[in-house]
Each structure stands twice: as structure tokens, then as C-alpha cells.
Nanobody, 126 residues
């Protein structure tokens, strides 16, 4: 069974850090570009970051650039999103998803992605 499972979410104070994991079962992640998206209450889902398979290139939303880092560990079949200097506005459910091996300027378009995980809640609160 093909499955993506996100983990690592939780409650954190502003300025804190979390590392999200996206683990695959039933298939290997190394073939796919992996994107991280988030959806806050009352808002549309938005692209946060993406890492390509073909060349390892990465993309970030302007709102997280310099604070978030995406990486992949193919040996563990897992993609990570390291989130530092968290802000109130980072509060959302975070999802990972798979796409073709290389995404360009359309990386933030959720229509480019096929399989999605169930999401993990990140809450930034004092």
C-alpha cells in the first residue's frame, strides 16, 4: 500500500524549531520530487518548499526562506523539513506530497502532486 506519513508536528513557542518528517511506505521516495504544503484555518493550502529528485534542487516560499530547510535521506526513505525561527503565522497543518522527479516554477501548484500524506499539525503559540 502506497502511503506517506508526516510526523514531527506539535506545539512550539515563537522563535522555536521543529523538524517535520515525511516517510514513505510501499514505494521509494528517491524517484520523486517532494513538496511540503501547509493549510491554516480559513486559508487555502500553500506551497512551502520542494526538493527535486533529479538534481536535488530546492524551492522555498518567500515567507519561509532563510528559516526552513528541506532535505532528503533516501536511505531512510524520508524527506525532512527543518523549521527554525517559527512565527505565529506558521501555524497550520503541514502536508507532504509526491510529484514527478523535477518541478520547476510550478513547484507550489498542488495540482502537480499526486500522493499526499494525512498532515501533521504545527501550532506556534506563546
Amino acid at each position: 500500500q502506497v502511503q506517506l506519513v508526516e510526523s514531527g508536528g506539535g506545539l512550539v513557542q515563537p522563535g522555536g524549531s521543529l523538524r517535520l518528517s515525511c516517510a514513505a511506505s510501499g514505494f521509494t521516495l528517491d524517484y520523486y520530487a517532494i513538496g511540503w504544503f501547509r493549510q491554516a484555518p480559513g486559508k487555502e493550502r500553500e506551497g512551502v518548499s520542494c526538493i527535486n529528485s533529479s538534481d536535488g534542487s530546492t524551492y522555498y516560499a518567500d515567507s519561509v526562506k532563510g528559516r526552513f530547510t528541506i532535505s532528503r535521506d533516501n536511505a531512510k526513505n524520508t524527506v525532512y523539513l527543518q523549521m527554525n525561527s517559527l512565527k505565529f503565522e506558521d501555524t497550520a497543518v503541514y502536508y507532504c506530497a509526491t510529484a514527478q522527479p523535477f518541478l520547476g516554477s510550478s513547484w507550489y501548484d498542488d495540482n502537480e502532486y499526486d500522493y499526499w500524506g494525512q498532515g501533521t499539525q504545527v501550532t506556534v503559540s506563546s
